[in-house]
């Protein structure tokens, strides 16, 4: 293949994102004889890779270090060998954005959900109470990831009064500044076309808690049943995962949509740029208060206190506020703990070898 036939508007990968900027990044790959794929979906030490001659399996152990942050993702832009059986994975290019949250293990490590996304899109079911709180926390590790957030309220027909239907959207804008809030509906098809429109320009990650509607909104954007649905529990409105990997699916309006299986959690891990995009509002008055250190407890001139005295910020909005800067700075307290203990034992294990060797002099 030769370096012109990887032109990015004709290139058969165009519609999977590849654009002159990834042309330009591959070039030294191409010199060595590999070719380019984006990674459309990733088990077991093997994944699926579109490349310009098709899908191909392949596998990932040149490029599965120790960092988990660092293993081969859905999104990916991976250089692979262009012949050979099997085939791997050599290397990826560096990642434009990349969504990640916290494992629920005590290590303290981080999970790479979807890589190079343009739109995080939070899917949020208006079959049951909005929680605020768990939007804000989505919509953190959105900004964190470098995308665009987006949050879907999915069944708006289960909200037949188009004016209760109006509050919700309202109540999530104000949690979500600078975020676009979008009601929709899959079953009966409204504000379909607005968010396919907006997914339209690039990448998108689907993500929310099992029971939003994930797969039905994906099956309406893609035009066909494609993402398997089971039903929601009538007591609380929660469903069973019915998407268990994450999958990159070519939209038929143009752009590329990862869906992801519901996410029971979404710790934060070192996203305190997305708290602050979150609570901008907060951090604008923060600003303003007496004290360049101020815990907004019961500090005299607390511009924060002051205006939820005032009624302007609401109460609710400070402690989630509160509550997401202190698991955050936790989580980089204990990652930076494992990064020294990684280190100090890098040393030994250095300090051992050399022992060794000066032995066998």
């Known amino acids: 293949m030769s370096f012109s036939s990887l032109q990015a508007s004709s290139h058969p990968l165009a519609p999977y994102g590849w654009d002159e900027g990834w042309r330009a990044e591959f070039a030294p790959y191409l010199e060595r004889g590999l070719v380019p794929g984006r990674v459309v979906r990733v088990d077991r030490g093997q994944c699926d890779v579109v490349t ?68 995080a899109v939070v899917a949020v079911s208006l079959a049951m109470e909005l929680d605020l709180g768990r939007i804000e926390r989505f919509l953190a590790l959105a900004w964190e990831s470098g995308a665009q957030p987006l949050v879907v309220l999915t069944k708006a027909d289960l909200v037949p009064d188009a004016a209760t239907l109006s509050h919700l959207v309202q109540d999530v804008e104000t949690s979500a500044p600078g975020v676009r809030v979008l009601a929709v509906s899959s079953a009966v098809g409204d504000g379909i076309d607005v968010l396919a429109a907006v997914v339209s320009g690039g990448t998108s990650v689907l993500l929310g808690q099992s029971g939003a509607g994930k797969s039905t909104l994906a099956n309406a954007l893609l035009g066909e049943d494609v993402m398997s649905v089971q039903q929601t529990r009538d007591v609380d409105g929660k469903g069973r995962h019915t998407t268990t990997t994450r999958n990159l699916l070519v939209l038929p309006g143009g752009g590329v949509l990862i869906d992801t299986p519901g996410l029971r959690g979404v710790g934060l891990f070192d996203a305190e740029g997305g708290v602050g995009q979150v609570f901008s509002e907060i951090e604008g008055l923060a600003a303003e208060c007496r004290f360049h250190d101020c815990a907004h407890g019961a500090e005299p001139g607390c511009a924060v206190l002051a205006a939820v005295d005032s009624g302007v910020l609401p109460e609710r909005r400070l402690d989630s506020y509160r509550k997401l800067l202190r698991e955050n700075q936790r989580i980089v307290a204990k990652t930076d703990a494992r990064a020294r203990s990684e280190l100090r034992r890098e040393w030994k294990r250095r300090g051992a070898e050399g022992r060794a060797a000066r032995r066998w002099r």
């Open 52 to 119: 310009a001659d098709g899908l191909v399996r392949v596998d990932t152990e040149f490029v599965t270090p120790n960092d988990p942050l660092r293993v081969i993702c859905t999104g990916d832009w991976a250089a692979v060998d262009a012949g050979g059986d099997p085939r791997y994975v050599q290397e990826y290019l560096p990642r434009r954005t990349a969504f990640v949250r916290s494992t629920s293990s005590k290590r303290s490590e981080g999970q790479i959900l979807a890589a190079n996304v343009d739109f």
